[in-house]
């Protein structure tokens, strides 16, 4: 499977768009319905977190580029915003009652849970890029 890319406009608009793209990439890539569906939820996390936090509302790129590494199937989501340091982002304590749990992290949290890697860059040139990484376990 050859890489391939899909830019889109900074808007949570885009998000059915961009779990569209990832899900035939991760089928195509020959993951079962369960790993595409934990691929497709870190993916729309990622680009959430890009959306939400690197643009804080303003305008701006989110490129989502797939390809098949092996027997991985890995997806970058790039953005040109806010920078993001993941060490700033305490591991929330998921055994806290509700009313005793931080709020933020969570998303951090499920989108390791679902995937097997998750690494984190930024650059001033290439930009802020998430790198997602599901090994295929299925058999065929």
């Given at each position: 499977m050859r890489p391939y890319e899909l830019c889109v406009?900074?808007?949570l608009s885009h998000l059915a768009a961009i779990?569209?793209?990832v899900a035939d990439?991760?089928?195509?890539?020959?993951?079962?319905?369960?790993?595409?569906?934990?691929?497709?939820?870190?993916a729309d996390e990622a680009c959430t977190n890009s959306i939400e936090h690197a643009y804080g509302g303003q305008e701006g790129e989110?490129?989502?580029?797939?390809?098949?590494?092996?027997?991985?199937?890995?997806v970058r989501i790039t953005?040109?915003?806010?920078?993001?340091?993941?060490?700033?982002?305490?591991?929330?304590?998921?055994?806290?009652?509700?009313?005793?749990r931080n709020?933020?992290?969570?998303g951090l949290f499920f989108m390791r849970e679902l995937v097997d890697?998750?690494?984190?860059?930024?650059?001033?040139?290439?930009?802020?890029q998430v790198t997602l990484r599901k090994r295929r376990h299925a058999e065929f």
């Amino acid at each position: 499977m050859r890489p391939y890319e899909l830019c889109v406009e900074s808007s949570l608009s885009h998000l059915a768009a961009i779990a569209e793209f990832v899900a035939d990439g991760a089928r195509q890539a020959g993951l079962s319905e369960e790993e595409v569906f934990a691929v497709q939820m870190a993916a729309d996390e990622a680009c959430t977190n890009s959306i939400e936090h690197a643009y804080g509302g303003q305008e701006g790129e989110v490129r989502i580029c797939c390809w098949a590494e092996g027997n991985e199937y890995v997806v970058r989501i790039t953005d040109f915003g806010r920078p993001f340091d993941p060490d700033s982002v305490p591991i929330p304590d998921t055994k806290a009652p509700l009313t005793e749990r931080n709020i933020g992290g969570l998303g951090l949290f499920f989108m390791r849970e679902l995937v097997d890697q998750v690494d984190f860059a930024s650059d001033p040139i290439q930009g802020n890029q998430v790198t997602l990484r599901k090994r295929r376990h299925a058999e065929f």
